[in-house]
């Protein structure tokens, strides 16, 4: 992420606050293997890049709780227990989604359970844009790409927050 300048969001562009150290998922990685990846990089989801180094889709947490979903013989569909708080109260931490039991899908990879869609920007895509790009499509999360479709960076919704806040803590009028 870049060294921050100004202190008008209007002003900020994508290459202002990508991440440029971006996390992968091979597309023949396993599911376990994705979850663990998730985890030890505190990552709710990254791009999935194809043998050849393309980018092919994008695979999150949500794609992890969708392929058990489907595989659940509750006929209503709903989230099974796989979720459980820990602890007493409730903050950051409390909440833990527990993916242990996706070892059952050993055959599963990242490529299988992907968003094959991806959603990139330019690196001076204005910062509005980006964040109103993730409101109308529903996503957590926009690649950077040059204009060759190389991927450059990836910005978060967690990105956008972290710029408006300092922004905010910088202008308080």
Do not use: Y
Request: proline residues 5%; negative net charge.
């Amino acid at each position: 992420m870049s060294d921050v300048q100004s202190t008008d969001i209007r002003d900020l562009r994508a290459a202002d606050i990508m991440r440029t150290d971006v996390i992968m998922a091979a597309e023949d990685m396993n599911i376990s293997r994705l979850s663990r990846l998730f985890a030890e990089n505190k990552v709710t989801g990254v791009p999935v890049i194809s043998k050849a180094g393309g980018v092919i889709g994008v695979v999150s947490k949500t794609d992890l709780v969708n392929l058990k979903v489907s595989a659940s013989d509750d006929p209503k569909g709903e989230v099974p227990p796989f979720f459980r708080v820990v602890g007493g109260g409730w903050d950051e931490k409390s909440c833990e989604v527990d993916f242990e039991d996706l070892k059952s899908f050993p055959e599963k990879t990242a490529k299988d359970i992907m968003t094959p869609w991806i959603v990139a920007a330019l690196p001076d895509t204005p910062l509005t844009q980006l964040a109103g790009t993730m409101v109308h499509e529903g996503i957590h999360r926009v690649l950077i790409v040059d204009a060759n479709k190389n991927l450059k960076g990836i910005v978060t919704s967690m990105d956008i927050v972290r710029a408006v806040s300092r922004c905010a803590k910088a202008n308080p009028h």
